[in-house]
């Protein structure tokens, strides 16, 4: 067993073909709410992630869930952050289009989330997913890709724009949510 | 070089003089609302009456020992409108008075600023918590750039709208980090985190609903509680997705102990490094207006009367961070 990832709020590690996702605890939460949110976000997960690719969007294959733990198929290949162009962006756009088509919300859609088997295009990390068929939501998560592109890569203007683009083309509200997205930019804000 | 900073975009009219070590003088004039919240009008008000005595204390301290005046900063933005353009009209007369460059402060890039003077922080991940501001930056490709940030409303003010509703003193945030410390129960309430953003009207909403079945105590830590583990996490996410190792805490609510312990531990366990200014520069004061004028003053960042105007929407990334 291989320790092959550790992001803000799990451990990952691959045994063969398998890996694993382990919820650590974090000592700056109160314990009980601590186990609430690890132990609710592994099952989400878990159920999201299978609904998630019966709606035609790659995700892993998911083997077993504990209370903590999650156990998946292991998916070799490089993260979108590190090869992400406009063809990519747009193929993602069409499976964000997709998904939330399918009344699902990612929740966590930046760069590091998604990978790139060959040319298959891979969503991972449905650690924050949620269903929610509004507009609102889906504007939520829209504006969460769109500043993670905006604050780490250059062209992120062009790279949002294939994004709109292939949204656009699966899914049919797209518009109402990309309008949306520009009312979340301009809320937030001082006042 | 010694630079006069004038601060004025909500609660706290507040006039500086720094020199590129230290601050040299600071005054205050704290506006406290006779009940509610802040009146905009009322807080200008107040900021125009005490203008001259905050600033003749500073100008009188300079005088005195012979210190020379060499530029002059205010807090174009973002703030509220009223009280900024009082302050902004003090600082072009100030600047016309003396003969020395004038220049137009981002208010939040001067908490990050004055945090990062203070503390020796050099390139980390800020959480800044305010009344009116909560969000998660890191600089790249020279902007402090906004990782998270509030969908609604700020952990501040979601802090005071609970506070209203209990019955508790403005601003909410100490009294309620006061009764917190006595709570026994943790009562569940809703954890709203979206990727890098997070979300505090329903969370103060249900917090004042739970005041009907729970103690105050335990609603007050639960409350805490539950908004700083959404600030941590945010946080955290940031650093792994920017890769950075250090993080700076500002702003008012940063003054909170449990919310500074929480940063702190979450930090302990990745093996990076916190950093808390002290108090005083955590709100808003006149010293890190005065400081950020500085650095833009010695990178030649000016600007003339006609770009004066107050900016009360002015976000933290439009601005082009060349000092650093």
Known sequence: MVEIGRGAEAVITREGDTVTKWRRPKGYRLPALDRKIRRERTVMEARIISEARRCGVPTPVVLDVTRFELTMEYIEGVKLKDVIDLDLSRRLGELVGRLHGCGIIHGDLTTSNMILKGDRLCLIDFGLASHDQSIEAQGVDLHVFFQTVKSTQDLHESLAEAFKEGYTSTYAQAGAVLKRVEEIEARGRYL | ????????????????????????????????????????????????????????????????????????????????????????????????????????????????????????????????????????????????????????????????????????????????????????????????????????????????????????????????????????????????????????????????????????????????????????????????????????????????????KVRPGYRTDEVEVVWV
């Open chain 2, 1 to 308: 070089m010694n630079v006069l900073g004038l601060e004025g975009t909500a609660w706290n009219l507040s006039a500086a003089l720094v020199d590129e070590d230290d601050v040299v003088v600071e005054e205050n004039a704290i506006y406290v609302p006779a009940r509610g919240g802040i009146h905009p009008r009322e807080a200008a008000q107040h900021h125009a009456e005490h203008m001259l005595p905050v600033v003749k204390a500073v100008l009188d301290m300079a005088e005195d020992e012979d210190l020379s005046i060499d530029g002059v900063a205010f807090s174009q933005g973002p703030g509220l409108g009223p009280c900024l353009r009082t302050v902004a009209t003090a600082a072009r007369a100030l600047s016309l008075r003396y003969g020395v460059p004038l220049m137009g402060v981002n208010h939040c890039v001067a908490h990050i600023e004055v945090g990062k003077w203070k503390t020796g922080a050099r390139d980390p991940v800020i959480l800044y918590v305010s009344g009116g501001n909560s969000q998660v930056l890191a600089l790249r490709r020279g902007r402090y750039r906004i990782f998270g940030e509030t969908l609604d409303i700020s952990v501040g003010n979601a802090l005071d709208k609970f506070a209203r509703r209990a019955g508790l003193p403005h601003p909410g945030g100490p009294k309620i980090e006061e009764m917190a410390r006595e709570a026994d129960e943790y009562v569940p309430l809703p954890y709203v985190v979206k990727g890098m953003d997070f979300s505090f009207t329903g969370l103060s909403t249900a917090a004042a609903e739970a005041l009907r079945k729970h103690d105050l105590t335990d609603v007050c830590s639960s409350l805490q509680e539950t908004a700083f583990a959404m600030l941590v996490e945010v946080t955290e996410r940031a650093m792994a997705h920017a890769e950075k190792n250090e993080v700076l805490l500002a702003g008012g609510v940063g003054a909170n102990r449990r919310l500074q312990e929480m940063l702190d531990i979450m930090c302990d366990e990745r093996g990076a490094r916190f950093y808390v200014p002290e108090r005083r520069f955590m709100g808003d004061n006149g010293s890190m207006i005065a400081y950020t004028g500085l650095l833009m003053q010695k990178s030649g960042v000016e600007i003339s009367l006609a770009e004066s």
